[in-house]
Structure formats: C-alpha cells, structure tokens
C-alpha cells in the first residue's frame, strides 16, 4: 500500500535529518525500575517529541546496517498514555528480547509492526 510506504519513508527522513541519542546503554537498569534491564542501546531521536513530551524512543541493535526494522506500539497504564518506538538495526532476537521486554511490566503492553508487514 503507498501509504504504507510512505510512512516509513517518513521514519526514514526523521532519523536522517536528527541525531539518536543514546541515553541507556544495553544491559543498563531502567532508572526507576532497577530489575528492568534493556535488551538493546535505547534512547531517542533529538528534536522531536513524543506522548510523553520527550524526543521519540529508539533501540537500536547490533546491526551494522542501521535500518529500521519495525515499531512497537505501547499502551502504558503507569502514565495513561501511549507511545512509538522506533527500532533500528535490530536482529530477529533482537527484535524478541525487546518486544518482551515491552510486555514484562505490569502497567504496559505493546504491539510490534514490522516494516514488511
């Protein structure tokens, strides 16, 4: 579908045209929720803004090839809200470790889009 297409296009360009920061290391404790460890470097994309008022949240994977793969979707009951992110170069266990890792809290859910889908 073109609109398809073009979303990730759009994903794209936002990516091309500001940096990702990398503000949590892989295997680096959330920092309000110390037994949460992510899978993956993750942060966000600078000049942007997401539902929580914050830049857009990445993973980023161990890819050489920083493409992107896929986005989750999360509903999040903590803050009443929901968001994207966004992730880039990540492998097949990649893309597991951080989808149940989105799914491993209480308050939040999430649903995974990949690009070919």
Do not use: Q
């Not at 993973?59 to 999040?76: E, P």
């Amino acid at each position: 579908m073109e609109y398809d297409n073009m979303f990730w296009e759009y994903m794209e360009k936002l990516l091309n045209e500001n940096e990702v920061v990398i503000d949590r290391p892989r295997s680096s404790s959330h920092p309000k929720f110390c037994d949460k460890i992510y899978p993956t470097d993750y942060g966000y994309v600078k000049n942007t803004k997401s539902m929580d008022g914050a830049g857009i949240d990445v993973f980023v994977g161990t890819k050489i090839k920083k493409n992107i793969d896929a986005i989750l979707c999360n509903i999040d009951l903590y803050r009443n809200n929901s968001e994207i992110k966004i992730l880039i170069g990540c492998t097949e266990d990649e893309k597991n470790e951080i989808y149940n890792f989105m799914n491993n809290w209480e308050t939040m859910k999430a649903i995974m889009i990949g690009r070919g889908n």
